[in-house]
């Protein structure tokens, strides 16, 4: 008995020593076992406490698959791919709101008159270009050695703001973004002929501060003529000298709205598409053998513009002061 009561003794002190499953009795199989968390990105307790559970539905135009990425990953990837992580916190977080708002606008407009084309997807991406968001192992090959820096600043900005909405009327707007203004937002109407209460111009200090806030985009006679040859209505003909006509017409933000080029006229939108130009806002003149265009900003100049809102955001300006100041009269709503 006292042997018996020894062995016993000794049993007990071994399972205190050594746990469970170190004795084999783990209650799973090691192929179920989930790999460990990266410690390079932000703890995936905060995203638990930050995703809803509701997800974005992508249709990839390259190969017309549909996928699914959780709200928290598309909106950190959209950050990541709209602006650049080394703008101020602040300006991180108002592209952040503005970009859930976007897409989420467009989500809901999809979702309730489906498209065949998307194929039960909200909206359509590609990854060739500019993809509407970067996955994490996209954002780590652009980013490199800068990678936990960089995920980390976006995502603790993310985490501050998820699940804000920009409303007018009590519905999400259409938050659209752009690089670097012409030094004043422009009406939507201008470009897509339909005006916004929100969407009306605005003064966007410091955009002309931007290193390349001006470009310049030379074609001789030849590169141009091709370049509009698709167009309906164009044909090169008489001396390169007298194609423009003096006739440049732009809108108060100074969006090109006219402008005749051998007979046919343009607006500053065709010619930005067909000559690959930075934005719509521009002069032009021939010398030298050559047709220069002088571009002003970068992007559609609707909305916010981003490099305006690092700016305000350097100057003090929190993101719901800045989203209210490129906006007209919205309001930022919690919905999570």
């Given at each position: 008995m006292k042997r018996y009561l020894v062995w016993a003794g000794v049993?007990?002190?071994?399972?205190?020593?050594?746990?469970?499953?170190?004795?084999?009795?783990?209650?799973q199989k090691d192929k179920d076992k989930k790999p460990p968390k990266e410690s390079?990105?932000?703890?995936?307790?905060?995203?638990?406490?930050?995703?809803?559970?509701?997800?974005?539905?992508?249709?990839?135009?390259?190969?017309?698959?549909?996928?699914?990425?959780?709200?928290?990953?598309?909106?950190?990837?959209?950050v990541g791919a709209e602006m650049y992580p080394t703008y101020h916190s602040e300006a991180l977080k108002a592209q952040a709101v503005a970009s859930y708002t976007y897409y989420s606008a467009l989500r809901k407009?999809?979702?309730?008159?489906?498209?065949?084309?998307?194929?039960?997807?909200?909206?359509?991406?590609?990854?060739?270009?500019?993809?509407?968001?970067?996955?994490?192992?996209?954002?780590?090959?652009?980013?490199?050695?800068?990678?936990?820096?960089?995920?980390?600043?976006?995502?603790?900005?993310?985490?501050?703001?998820?699940?804000?909405?920009?409303?007018?009327?009590?519905?999400?707007?259409?938050?659209?973004?752009?690089?670097?203004?012409?030094?004043?937002?422009?009406?939507?109407?201008?470009?897509?002929?339909?005006?916004?209460?929100?969407?009306?111009?605005?003064?966007?200090?410091?955009?002309?501060?931007?290193p390349d806030y001006q470009t310049e985009a030379s074609f001789t006679p030849e590169e141009l003529a091709a370049k509009l040859r698709g167009i309906e209505g164009?044909?090169?003909?008489?001396?390169?000298?007298?194609?423009?006509?003096?006739?440049?017409?732009?809108?108060?933000?100074?969006?090109?709205?006219?402008?005749?080029?051998?007979?046919?006229?343009?607006?500053?939108?065709?010619l930005r598409e067909a000559l690959g130009l930075r934005s719509a806002c521009f002069s032009v003149k021939y010398a030298d053998g050559k047709f220069v265009f002088t571009v002003s900003g970068y992007g559609h100049n609707v909305g916010m513009s981003q490099y305006g809102a690092d700016y305000l955001a350097r100057q003090g300006l929190t993101y719901d002061e800045i989203l209210r100041y490129y906006y007209t009269d919205v309001e930022i709503k919690e919905i999570k």
């Open positions: 049993v007990y002190l071994l399972l205190l020593l050594f746990p469970l499953p170190l004795l084999g009795k783990t209650g390079s990105a932000i703890e995936s307790e905060d995203e638990k406490k930050v995703d809803s559970g509701d997800i974005f539905r992508l249709l990839n135009e390259e190969t017309g698959e549909v996928y699914e990425v959780s709200e928290w990953d598309f909106v950190v990837g959209a407009r999809n979702r309730a008159n489906p498209s065949e084309n998307l194929k039960g997807a909200d909206f359509a991406d590609k990854q060739a270009g500019f993809p509407v968001f970067y996955t994490k192992e996209q954002l780590m090959g652009r980013w490199k050695d800068s990678f936990d820096t960089y995920y980390n600043k976006i995502s603790e900005a993310v985490k501050e703001v998820f699940g804000k909405l920009i409303t007018y009327n009590d519905e999400p707007i259409t938050a659209v973004y752009h690089a670097i203004s012409a030094g004043t937002t422009e009406d939507a109407a201008v470009l897509w002929g339909t005006s916004y209460p929100y969407l009306q111009p605005v003064v966007s200090p410091g955009d002309k501060l931007a164009f044909e090169a003909s008489g001396e390169p000298d007298k194609w423009l006509k003096d006739d440049l017409q732009t809108s108060s933000s100074g969006t090109v709205t006219h402008l005749t080029i051998c007979n046919k006229a343009f607006t500053g939108i065709q």
